[in-house]
């Protein structure tokens, strides 16, 4: 397996006799490395140490010898690393595994030289109390092979948890621990605690099934079971892919209880190591990608803004520590898993390993693609002038620019070709308004643009411009968040 190495300690826990006395010991070829005592408690019947910080490397022995009378009983775990614990969680498009994805094949046997990341993967499993251990587990902590990386369809190992994991050791150069507990088909409230639901009123009944549900949908039953029981451990981060599951159950609460998880999530793994774990640790997510809807309404679009708590990006002051992999331009219309489950799973990865090098790293870096920061409304050329926070890079002319036009209070979405621009601005032709423009959206759509053709990007990084939805302050009274539904 793979421990949290230093600055913070490893908890290490388990189960015993009430009273009985615990000597946990760390070992390298047969020298005692350090040695922690500790007493079985009464009611959990529990036992846990924290280990002195360790630098990374190993590979170590940990060994727990219980001392009850005249007893004695000992457990021993080898090839012990220390490195990064990174812990993967969300619905379908996190539980796809490696024999899933583009170049299936040659992913599977590219393991020889990461024997350092090491894979672990929770059972499906459910509960309507917060269990203290793992019902199941689907994969114990194993070296990855081409077995267990692509055991079956969304089964394990989930593919863009290996692959971030993977991205990162190639950065970092030390073992990298991973953790899969993820279920397809399920919304945030089955992965929520009742304290986070509550904190966003998410109402107590279950809710009407969806055809977008087709996992555990009754409230908590995923945090009881599949995060709840891991919550002593120490980590360095995680990363979380879901929402598809939302479109139709709560979508409009979705900027409330994905902050308000991480939130709690955050909270409880922070208490449950000791304070080993860092209170904001770094959480990073995927923003939805595409799929070819039957629909032309903006749900996926809403989930995406909401994703970001409306933001448009992250880190923000709802979501601090955060990071986010944009996806709607790695759409996959020809998936054999349906096109809601894209097959490049290592774009998904690429992205978010940039955003955990910057963000959970210090990594000086750009992880994110360009969204405008100021707009200016040239009325007498019917211009709209953007300005971008970064350079930007125009691939194609493209109306997936829209415009609120308002006139009698009514207001619709019309298109906004894309004009001239330059490295940073970029100019969208209004002259279509004849009333009051009240906001202009791109990408608000299910499916925005074919693959990896978005209309902007990053010039340097290959990072798509993000989502977004802005309104034009103060032109317009009324309420103006209603454009957005």
């Avoid at 107590?204 to 029981?229: E, Y």
């Avoid at 019309?414 to 009240?438: E, W």
């Avoid at 693959?451 to 902007?456: D, I, S, T």
Wanted: glycine share 6%; proline share 6%; with cysteine.
């Amino acid at each position: 397996m793979v421990l949290q190495k230093e600055p913070a300690g490893a908890v290490i826990w388990g189960y015993g006799i009430f009273g009985a006395t615990v000597t946990v010991t760390l070992c390298q070829d047969k020298e005692t490395i350090m040695e922690k005592v500790t007493s079985v408690k009464a009611h959990s019947n529990s036992w846990m140490v924290v280990l002195d910080p360790m630098k990374p490397g190993g590979p170590y022995e940990v060994m727990a010898q219980q001392t009850f009378g005249r007893t004695n009983f000992t457990l021993r775990v080898h090839d012990v690393l220390f490195g990064d614990v990174w812990l993967c969680s969300g619905q379908s498009n996190m539980q796809m595994t490696v024999s899933q994805i583009f170049n299936a094949t040659r992913e599977l046997s590219n393991t020889a030289a990461y024997q350092s990341v090491r894979i672990f993967s929770v059972s499906l499993t459910e509960a309507e109390q917060e269990l203290e251990d793992l019902a199941k587990v689907d994969l114990q902590w194993s070296k990855p092979t081409s077995e267990n990386l692509g055991h079956g369809v969304f089964k394990y190992m989930s593919a863009v948890c290996w692959l971030f994991g993977r991205n990162l050791y190639d950065t970092l150069h030390y073992p990298i621990g991973l953790i899969s507990s993820s279920w397809g088909g399920t919304p945030i409230e089955a992965w929520s605690s009742g304290r986070s639901l509550k904190t966003c009123g998410v109402p107590t009944r279950g809710f009407t099934r969806s055809d977008s549900v087709t996992g555990p949908n009754k409230n908590s039953v995923l945090w009881n079971a599949m995060i709840h029981p891991l919550h002593n451990m120490t980590l360095k981060g995680m990363i979380w892919y879901q929402g598809e599951s939302n479109i139709n159950v709560n979508r409009d609460l979705y900027n409330c209880t994905f902050p308000a998880l991480i939130e709690d999530w955050r909270q409880a793994f922070h208490r449950g190591s000791q304070g080993q774990t860092e209170r904001f640790f770094p959480f990073g997510f995927v923003q939805l990608s595409s799929y070819l809807s039957a629909t032309s309404d903006d749900k996926f679009p809403q989930i995406r803004w909401h994703q970001t708590a409306d933001f448009g990006y992250v880190p923000n002051v709802r979501m601090p520590n955060t990071f986010m992999a944009v996806a709607m331009d790695l759409c996959d219309r020809t998936s054999p898993y349906g096109s809601i489950h894209p097959r490049d799973k290592q774009t998904v990865a690429y992205r978010l390993h940039l955003g955990a090098r910057a963000v959970a790293y210090g990594e000086k870096l750009i992880f994110q693609g360009p969204l405008p920061e100021k707009m200016e409304l040239l009325a007498d050329r019917g211009l709209l002038n953007l300005t971008y926070s970064q350079q930007i890079q125009v691939k194609k002319q493209d109306k997936i620019f829209e415009i609120s036009c308002c006139s009698d209070r009514q207001c619709k979405w019309l298109p906004a070709p894309m004009g001239p621009f330059s490295a940073q601005t970029l100019a969208l032709n209004v002259s279509s308004c004849r009333g009051t423009l009240a906001a202009v959206r791109y990408a608000w759509t299910t499916w925005p643009c074919e693959y990896k053709r978005c209309p902007l990007y990053h010039p340097s990084s290959t990072l798509p411009a993000p989502p977004f939805i802005a309104f034009m302050t103060d032109q317009i009274p009324g309420d103006l968040s209603k454009l957005a539904e």
